[in-house]
T-cell receptor, first 118, second 116 residues
């Protein structure tokens, strides 16, 4: 089964400084990977996705992530944090891979809470 | 653009009661997923449907059942509610078989169920 591990449960950065949220995945084949964001008492919003095309994926709100097969990593980055980025971020893998006919359940990491200090 | 609609947004029930959660997918989406997010937890997959047939099943209790109707909306039925069922229930939809944008799941705002 596919799984993801988010290496930090909490990350705190100052406004205007870079953001790095770390994620490692485990998969027996080429995975589809996603980052979702959840603001307090809100739903889940897709930030970006990797589906075996370009390894550097750009998402919304200035976020991007790089798929590194050799390191089994899919870290999320942003050059400059904004106060509105404060939220919980989930690294997600699709299980099974998107070659099958039907949709695929998502397996979530435990989440990383990002705090942005002014 | 139209999003996934869930109703009700909030629901309070007592132990042993039943509850029905509804999900209306994005128009033309044929796949619906249900997830349960307990307090301070990550979302856990419950069940999914593709073209009105169950396509996958996760950690869904036997007390729960779900179905997808001809208009593609889905309902999650929960019986004999327990305190531990208190959670945020998300529905997501996707276009299950359309090439580059397949399997991108769009989430609804969730239904917050509180069992007292």
């Amino acid at each position: 089964a596919q799984s993801v591990t988010q290496l930090d449960s909490h990350v705190s950065v100052s406004e205007g400084t870079p953001v790095l949220l770390r994620c490692n995945y485990s998969s027996s084949y080429s995975p589809s990977l996603f980052w979702y964001v959840q603001h307090p008492n809100k739903g889940l919003q897709l930030l970006l996705k990797y589906t075996s095309a370009a390894t550097l994926v750009k998402g919304i709100n200035g976020f991007e992530a790089e798929f590194k097969k050799s390191e089994t990593s899919f870290h999320l980055t942003k050059p400059s944090a904004h106060m509105s980025d404060a939220a919980e971020y989930f690294c997600v893998v699709s299980d099974p891979p998107p070659l099958m006919e039907y949709g695929n359940k998502l397996v979530f990491g435990a989440g990383t809470i990002l705090r942005v200090k002014s | 653009a139209a999003g996934v609609i869930q109703s009700p947004r909030h629901l309070i029930k007592e132990k042993r009661e039943t509850a029905t959660l509804k999900c209306y997918p994005i128009p033309r989406h044929d796949t619906v997923y249900w997830y349960q997010q307990g307090p301070g937890q990550d979302p856990q997959f419950l069940i999914s449907f593709y073209e009105k047939m169950q396509s996958d099943k996760g950690s869904i209790p036997d007390r729960f059942s779900a179905q997808q109707f001809s208009d593609y909306h889905s309902e999650l039925n929960m019986s004999s509610l327990e305190l531990g069922d208190s959670a945020l229930y998300f529905c997501a939809s996707s276009l299950g078989n359309s090439g580059a944008h397949s399997y991108e799941q769009y989430f609804g705002p969730g239904t917050r169920l509180t069992v007292t």
